[in-house]
C-alpha cells in the first residue's frame, strides 16, 4: 500500500495544479475551478465516495468577492492642523467588510497597543476605552514575555491573539469603525510584498448575516507610514509600542483622524471544498486528510512580468500529498474501521474560509472524528532526519507521532519559527477550534536534512519564505527532490492508518484552550 506514494505521482499533480493554465487557482475563478474539478476526478478515479452536497464531491462554500478600486487613499489630519495621505499600495493596503459599492471612512484614531483581550493573562488592551465609531491603529503578533513571566503569551511561540485575524475579529467585538495593522518584518514575519501580494487583488469572505457588525476598514500600513500618522497627532509611535509592551498600559487617542473612500465591487459566488471518502465500518466515526488547493490567483503586471501566482509548493504539493495518500489506501484489500476524509478545502488564502465554513457545516458528526491530519506545503527540498507536526504536543496524537517515527526511523522535531503561529495559519485550526484533535506537517528546520544535497537544500529552504512564498516565483521545478516528502507521507499514511484502526479516541490535554466538549452537529 504505501510503495504507491512515489515522486513521479507527487510531480505529475503538482505540475498540472501549479500551472499556468489554472491562473493561480483562486477562488471561484475559471483556475480554482479547474483545480476542483481535476481533484474530484482523482477521488473518483481512485475509488473515494463522494463526500460533499447531494451526493457530489463538491461541498459549495458561499463567498463575497471584493475588488477594491486602486486609487484608494487614507488622509490624516492632526489636530495641529498637520496633513499626510497614505496610498495604496506603497504605504498601506485595504479593504472594507462592508457590502456596498462606496463605503465612507472618517473617525478618530485610537493606538490600543497589541489590541488583545484576554482575561486568562490579565491583559486588556481596550481597558477604559470606547472605541465606538473610531479607527484603532494596532501592532500585531504578542507582547513579548518578559523575564519575570517568560510564558506570557506562550513565550518565544505566537499564540491566537497575536495572529492579523484575531486583531480584526477583536476590533468588530469593540464596535470599532475600522482597524490599520501595522506592519513590521519582525512582527509579521514576512516582509510587506507578502501583504501587498495577498491584498493586491480581490478578496474573499464569509457573507455576514444582515445587521452584522463589520468593520468599514481592514488595512495593513508600513512601519513608516505609521509613524507618519502617528506624529501627524504629535505622537512618537517608538515610544506607544515601547509602552505597550507593559501590562495596564491604556489606549492611545492620537489626536488624528483619518477620512477616505473605498469603492467596490462585490460579487457573491460560490466556490467549492471537494470532498471524498473511504467508507469505515463504525457508523459515524472517521478522519480527516485536509489540504487546501487555492492559492492568490494572478495580479496585473507591467509587460515582461509574470502575474501568475502558481503556489506550486502552497499548495499544490499538499493537495498532491493527499491525491496519493487517497491511492494508496484504497488499493488496500482492508476496510479501515473509521471512514477516513479527504478534504481540499477553497480560500484558505483568504482567512481559512473553506475549513472554517467545514467545520461549522460537517458532513460527518463532528464529535466523532477521532483526528485531523493537515498537509499544507510539503518539503520539497529532500530527505530530512526530523518530522514536525505541528499540534502533536497539545493532545496524545504525541503518543502517536512518536510510534510513528520511531517506526520510520525518524525523529520528531520542534517548531523552529514558533514565533510564526504557523499552527493558527492553516486549515485543520477551525478543526481545533470545534475540539477535533488536529496536527498539521511543516517544514523541519533547515538543519535537519540530510544526504549529499544537505548544504543545497538548506539553502533553498532558508530563501523560500523571504523570496517565493506567496510570490510569482513559487513554482515547480525540476530541481526539487521530493524524495523526503515522499518519506514524509508513507509515515503519514501509515499513522492515519493507525488512528483509523485505533481501539481509543485522541482527545486534547487537560488544560489545553481546545479541550472542551464538541458540540454534536450533523
Known amino acids: 500500500m504505501l510503495d504507491r506514494i512515489e515522486t513521479s505521482g507527487l510531480a505529475a ?39 460533499g452536497d447531494k451526493g ?8 463575497l468577492e471584493s475588488v477594491t478600486d486602486a486609487g484608494f487613499a487614507l488622509t490624516a489630519k492632526g489636530s495641529g492642523g498637520s496633513t499626510e ?12 467588510a462592508v457590502e456596498k459599492p462606496s463605503v465612507d471612512i472618517a473617525g478618530p484614531v485610537v493606538f490600543v497597543g497589541h489590541g488583545i483581550v484576554a482575561p486568562e493573562y490579565k491583559w486588556n488592551d481596550y481597558e477604559g476605552v470606547d472605541v465606538k465609531g473610531k479607527i484603532v491603529l494596532v501592532m500585531v503578533n504578542d507582547p513579548a514575555a518578559p523575564a519575570s513571566e517568560p510564558t506570557l503569551f506562550g513565550g518565544k511561540a505566537l499564540t491566537y491573539y497575536g495572529r492579523w485575524t484575531y486583531k480584526f475579529e477583536e476590533a468588530v467585538r469593540q464596535g470599532a469603525a475600522g482597524a490599520i495593522l501595522i506592519h513590521t518584518l519582525e512582527t509579521a514575519t514576512y516582509p510587506w510584498s507578502v501583504v501587498q501580494a495577498s491584498w493586491g487583488g480581490p478578496q474573499y469572505s464569509i457573507p455576514l448575516d444582515a445587521g452584522a457588525p463589520a468593520l468599514a476598514l481592514k488595512s495593513w500600513i508600513t512601519e513608516d507610514a505609521a509613524r507618519r500618522l502617528a506624529k501627524a497627532g504629535g505622537q512618537d509611535l517608538d515610544a506607544l509600542r515601547r ?19 473605498l469603492k467596490q465591487r462585490t460579487t457573491r459566488r460560490s466556490s467549492p471544498n471537494v470532498i471524498g471518502v473511504l467508507r469505515g465500518k463504525k457508523p459515524g466515526e472517521s478522519i480527516i486528510y485536509s489540504a487546501h488547493y487555492d492559492h492568490i490567483g494572478m495580479r496585473p503586471v ?42 481540499s478545502t477553497t480560500a484558505e488564502e483568504s482567512g481559512l474560509l473553506g475549513s472554517e465554513y467545514f467545520a461549522q457545516h460537517p458532513v460527518m458528526p463532528i464529535d466523532k472524528v477521532a483526528a485531523n491530519i493537515n498537509i499544507d506545503s510539503l518539503n520539497v ?5 526530523e518530522l514536525v507536526l505541528l499540534g502533536t504536543e497539545r493532545s496524545s496524537l504525541q503518543t502517536d507521532v512518536q510510534a510513528a517515527a520511531k517506526k520510520w526511523g525518524r525523529t520528531v522535531g520542534q517548531d523552529s519559527h514558533p514565533e510564526r503561529g504557523a499552527f493558527f495559519r492553516s486549515d485543520h485550526f477551525p478543526l481545533a477550534k470545534v475540539g477535533v484533535p488536529a496536527l498539521s506537517i511543516t517544514l523541519a528546520d533547515a538543519s535537519s536534512f540530510v544526504g549529499p544535497n544537505a548544504p543545497r537544500a538548506r539553502k533553498l529552504s532558508e530563501e523560500y519564505n523571504d523570496t517565493c512564498y506567496h510570490q510569482p516565483c513559487d513554482q515547480f521545478s525540476d530541481q526539487w527532490d521530493l524524495s523526503g516528502a515522499v518519506a514524509d507521507l508513507r509515515l503519514l499514511t501509515d499513522l492515519g492508518w493507525q488512528l483509523a484502526n485505533a481501539a481509543t479516541v485522541p482527545t486534547y490535554n487537560a488544560g489545553e484552550q481546545f479541550a472542551r466538549p464538541r458540540a454534536k452537529t450533523r
Open 243 to 261: 509602552a505597550a509592551t507593559q501590562r495596564g498600559t491604556k489606549a492611545v487617542d492620537l489626536g488624528v483622524t483619518v477620512e477616505g473612500t
Open 302 to 343: 507591467d509587460a515582461g512580468k509574470d502575474g501568475i501566482y502558481n503556489g506550486a509548493r502552497d499548495n499544490a504539493s499538499g493537495v498532491a500529498a493527499i491525491l496519493e495518500i487517497a491511492e494508496a489506501f484504497t488499493t488496500s484489500r482492508q476496510r479501515p474501521d473509521r471512514s477516513i476524509y479527504f478534504i
Open 85 to 96: 495621505r497614505f496610498t495604496v499600495p506603497t504605504d498601506l493596503v485595504a479593504n472594507t
Open 13 to 51: 499533480h503538482i505540475k498540472f495544479l501549479a500551472d499556468d493554465l489554472l491562473e493561480g487557482r483562486a477562488p471561484s475563478t475559471r483556475g480554482g475551478d479547474l483545480a476542483a474539478k481535476y481533484i474530484a476526478a482523482q477521488f473518483e478515479a481512485a475509488g473515494l465516495e463522494p463526500g
Open 56 to 63: 457530489t464531491y463538491f461541498q459549495q462554500v458561499p463567498i
Open 381 to 385: 527540498y529532500g530527505p530530512a532526519r
